[in-house]
């Protein structure tokens, strides 16, 4: 193996370090792969010079290369040899692999069992059993780890045949013992006999994967019109109680301007009553004030003279109306108009959560899951049978709002309401 080695690193290609390719000599006498050194010097056309990678002896112009059929035919040879060799040594076990019962040392890995001499064998250990006439006689089966497993623990003996009255691998004297006048076969028959059973498991089992496989193609199917029910009845429930919503500020702002516009006339009416109201008292005041003009005048016929003038029994006698503001407007009667639409909307849609809520605690969606049992096989057949119940209920309580519902889950409406007491 040391001189193969040796060789081979002789007829190495200096360029890719790998056994000689359709190896080729240039004139300085090294060698080459031949595409190795032509993909060399290709990269050197642009200088004009050439030159060989090992000594560096450059060639002017490019020289022509021919290939060397000695060489060729030297490292055929070692490749061949490289590959005998790789053949007819063994290899060291690993992990996995069963070793050999022979080998000192390191083990090498097996490569056949021996039921008779109850020993696993490398290829180098194996060799006395194709050689040797008395052990060419010997069961040789694929190297295994159980080599134990396979002998009768009663009598130490290989387990050769089949008792079918007991269901149980036995040897020779076995079935001449404890097992004599039961039905015996082979272990080759049964296995016979068991591979025509495990076929026909085989293909109902198969028909169980592909019916299994339809029914999780069905339940997905299923999810996927859940989910998109699902979605659709999130976008209108949020539709209708978006159109609730305006529809109560719709409302607010008509009752705040039903205020605001009785207001200003309330209003406008009081303004008016304070500025008729000012007016008198000016001419009260001024009345007042000519009286207090009137009163000190000693002479009585200055102080007559000045009366006449001046305090005319018409002015005297004149009489300003009592005034009181009573308004005709009340806020409560604006609440009065309001509230019966509100109460009544309100209610209705307290008695829709109570009968959403009632309703829902029942099974809206239903899972039927019969089942029977495979007895050959142990599967289990699960057939679901899926349905969702629906009620025109929510059709109608939806219109009664003045909305158009379009739910594929109509108790998804007043689902955030399960627990709200109104």
């Known amino acids: 193996m040391a001189s193969a080695s040796v060789l081979q690193e002789e007829f190495c290609c200096p360029i890719c370090l790998d056994l000689l390719t359709d190896p080729v000599t240039v004139t300085c006498g090294h060698s080459f792969c031949s595409k190795c050194i032509t993909g060399c010097w290709d990269q050197e056309d642009h200088k004009g010079v050439y030159s060989c990678p090992q000594c560096r002896e450059t060639f002017t112009p490019r020289p022509v290369i021919r290939r060397s059929t000695l060489l060729a035919d030297v490292v055929d040879k070692l490749k061949k040899t490289e590959v005998q060799s790789d053949a007819t040594t063994p290899c060291y076990a690993g992990p996995d692999d069963v070793e050999c019962d022979f080998c000192t040392g390191r083990k090498h890995k097996a490569i056949k069992s021996c039921l008779t001499c109850m020993g696993s064998y490398c290829e180098v250990h194996i060799q006395p059993h194709n050689e040797v006439a008395c052990l060419k006689k010997h ?6 780890s159980r080599l134990q497993e396979k002998l009768c623990s009663q009598h130490d003996r290989i387990i050769e045949v089949f008792c079918r009255t007991d269901q149980k691998l036995i040897c020779m004297l076995c079935s001449m013992d404890d097992h004599n006048g039961h039905k015996i076969v082979s272990a080759i028959a049964e296995r016979t006999e068991k591979q025509k059973q495990l076929l026909e498991m085989k293909r109902d089992n198969q028909k169980w994967i592909q019916q299994k496989e339809k029914e999780v193609q069905e339940v997905k199917g299923a999810l996927k019109s859940l989910q998109a029910s699902a979605k659709k009845a999130d976008e209108d429930t949020e ?5 609730l919503i305006s529809f109560m500020d719709k409302k607010r702002s008509e009752a705040k301007e039903s205020i605001r516009a ?15 109201l000012e007016l008198e008292i000016a001419k009260l005041k001024n009345r007042d004030a000519e009286m207090k003009k009137v009163q000190p005048i000693e002479d009585p016929i200055d102080f007559l003279q000045s009366f006449q003038s ?9 009489n300003f109306p009592m005034v009181t503001f009573k308004t005709t407007f009340s806020f409560s009667e604006v609440m009065k108009s309001v509230s019966p639409s509100l109460k009544e909307k309100t209610k209705e849609f307290h008695q829709a959560i109570l009968k959403v809520t009632g309703f829902m605690k029942g099974d809206t969606v239903k899972l039927k899951t019969p089942q029977t049992v495979y007895k050959s096989s142990g599967c ?7 349905y969702m119940s629906t009620n025109q209920y929510y059709y109608d309580l939806a219109r009664k709002f003045g909305f158009k519902p379009h739910l594929s889950d109509p108790t998804a409406l007043f689902r955030p309401f399960r627990n709200t007491r109104v």
Do not use: C, Y
Request: avoid cysteine; proline fraction near 2%; hydrophobic fraction near 35%.
């Open 139 to 144: 069961k040789l089966v694929n190297a295994s």
């Open 310 to 318: 001046h305090l005319t029994s018409s002015s005297v006698a004149e």
């Open 239 to 243: 539709r209708i109680f978006t159109e």
């Open 262 to 276: 009785q207001e200003k006339a309330e209003v406008s009416r009081a303004e008016g009553l304070l500025k008729q």
């Open 380 to 386: 289990n057949n699960i057939e679901p049978d899926m």
